[in-house]
């Protein structure tokens, strides 16, 4: 598995922007992926999470109907889209692949190397 984050920039807020995480070795098809964040002089933390086949999602409370979770097995990729965005969501955003679709950064074995959201208030 070797992930690939991308989709990051600069938009305003009350605005979208979609992620994608894509595995140019196209072999985590049958892992859990999860999408995480890291602030400036922050720790890093859950934003959201979908099971292998897409059955079951898992989100952060600060997200719940903002964000977006998806998996298109086809194209081995997954999606986190963002509306509604927030000063606040400004982070590097992570993407993961793992067994199940959890909260623990710890649970997750492969990690891509990090896309940059910038929202301006």
């Known amino acids: 598995v070797q992930l690939q984050a991308s989709g990051g920039g600069l938009v305003q807020a009350g605005g979208p922007l979609r992620l994608s995480c894509a595995d140019s070795?196209?072999?985590?098809?049958?892992?859990?992926v999860g999408w995480f964040r890291q602030a400036p002089g922050k720790e890093r933390e859950f934003v959201a999470a979908i099971s292998w086949n897409g059955g079951d999602t898992n989100y952060a409370d600060f997200v719940k109907g903002r964000f977006t979770i998806s998996r298109d097995r086809v194209k081995n990729t997954v999606y986190l889209q963002m509306n509604s965005l927030k000063f606040e969501d400004t982070a590097v955003y992570y993407c993961?692949?793992?067994?199940?679709?959890?909260?623990?950064?710890?649970?997750?074995?492969?990690w891509g190397q990090g896309t940059l959201v910038t929202v301006s208030s």
């Open positions: 070795k196209r072999t985590f098809s049958n892992n859990a």
């Open positions: 993961a692949a793992g067994s199940r679709a959890v909260i623990q950064s710890s649970r997750y074995i492969y």
